[in-house]
């Protein structure tokens, strides 16, 4: 009796070795069977039968670093692309996209009420989607993904149009940072690491409103168009309010 339990207490000692032996085997393969899934299109909280996107640099989801990836999309969601226009309909306007940054070619804007601005190059005033005549140059500001439809579609969050020829278009910017100099200039740093180097005496104005702004009310997150000089200096500032 007492050599049975013996064997018995054995065996449950050498079953939980293998056990133990065999969880600890499971633990270390399973961030690499967890990678070969995510790889495979599979876990990983993505779901399948989602409709898949094209980043506006022209590349799936994955891809990281170039103008319109990830990379660029962590700091503000809005990339430049430019070109003359195909036609316009209602709500919509065809583009064909000559930027090198995006998809190549025609892109149809979706021209959204309440989200879509259409602005004026030289004023910064809003103009209506029928004064923008095909084969116009225009510039268009949008987010990083689009339909797999061809052409390819996306909303766009800017549209700057009627810029004469050889006219310096405004940027429109998001700002990381706004410091004024012991000179009483002012030093506008945006979120993409582009530096402005703003005169104290720069006109500012608000977006269609009466009130009164300076270049102190431009701070972190404001969004504005930016005008400068053929030496880079700025002359002009439109604020956008804050949502």
Known sequence: MKRTMKNVLTAMCCTGVLALGYASLVQAQAPAVAEEETEAGGFAGEDATQSPTILAGGAGQEDAGGPGSQQQADSWDVIRIWGPVLGVEDGIIRIDNQSGISFPGEIVLNISDGYSRVLDAENGYPVMLNAIQEGEFI???????????????????????????????????????????????????????TVYHVPADCQILPYLTRNLVTLSDVTESSTCLIWTDEEGGVRKIVLFAQD
């Open 139 to 193: 510039y268009a500001y949008i987010g990083p993904a689009m339909t797999m439809s061809l052409p390819p579609m996306t909303t766009a969050e800017m549209v700057i149009c009627q810029a004469p020829d050889d006219f310096r278009v405004p940027d429109y910017v998001q700002v990381k940072s706004m410091q004024e100099k012991a000179d009483g200039n002012w030093s506008l740093t945006t979120t993409d690491g």
